[in-house]
């Protein structure tokens, strides 16, 4: 089944504590991308990825690392986490021509 | 930078009616596309219609279709014959395209209620 997973669906952590993320699609698509949803902003993109080793920064982000070692995985790293970051998170990823974008679950994350 | 702006944080319509969504966008390229999205309380994202701003013809997916003012940058998304589960919140967004390219921004969010 095609799908982007995301882990954990849920996590609570305290504030400073480094976290990660995963992401991962089966799809071989080139594009991936991390949003996070708070109440009355919608989606904010934080960093999106082209390929291989190419990420490029979107709105909103201060406070977040990326990487993309390999075509699939995308993970999104909390350094130093902190209550302002808590919010639904959401990983997508799309193919050529970027006709539509496949989002995972979405991870809830609350910091403390 | 682009921005997207829905200025209806709640809409309410009758199962079998029309309701139309509305939603306002800016941007400085010329070559860009524009979505809807659809989020049901499962918080799973699901693609409702796609636009490209090259086309002039609007987009049309079964119920669902937008009225795509490329002037006005204006992309309303109507909802015909309106069914208990199309209760959802629905995002509208733009993917700038050109340089930014897979730079999407969303606007706040419209929670649509369908009464039986």
């Known amino acids: 089944e095609a799908q982007v997973t995301q882990n954990p669906r849920y996590l609570i952590t305290v504030t400073g504590k480094k976290l990660t993320v995963t992401c991962s699609q089966n799809m071989n698509h080139e594009y991936m991308s991390w949003y996070r949803q708070d109440p009355g902003l919608g989606l904010r993109q934080i960093y999106y990825s082209m390929n291989v080793e190419v990420t490029d920064k979107g709105d909103v982000p201060e406070g977040y690392k990326v990487s993309r070692k390999e075509k699939r995985n995308f993970p999104l790293i909390l350094e130093s986490p902190s209550p302002n970051q808590t919010s639904l998170y959401f990983c997508?990823?799309?193919?050529?021509?970027?006709?539509?974008?496949?989002f995972g679950p979405g991870t809830r994350l609350t910091v403390t | 930078a682009q921005t997207v702006t829905q200025s209806q944080p709640e809409m309410s319509v009758q199962e079998a009616e029309t309701v139309t969504l509305s939603c306002t966008y800016d941007?400085?390229?010329?070559?860009?596309?524009l979505f809807w999205y659809k989020q049901p309380p499962s918080r799973q994202m699901i693609l409702v219609i796609r636009q490209e701003a090259y086309k002039q013809q609007n987009a049309t997916e079964n119920r669902f279709s937008v009225n795509f003012q490329k002037a006005a940058k204006s992309f309303s998304l109507k909802i015909s014959d309106s069914q208990l589960g199309d209760a959802a919140m629905y995002f509208c967004a733009c993917d700038a395209g050109g340089t930014s390219y897979g730079k999407l921004t969303f606007g706040q969010g419209t929670i649509l209620t369908v009464h039986p």
């Open positions: 997508a990823s799309a193919g050529q021509g970027f006709y539509e974008q496949y």
């Open positions: 941007t400085s390229e010329s070559d860009y596309y």
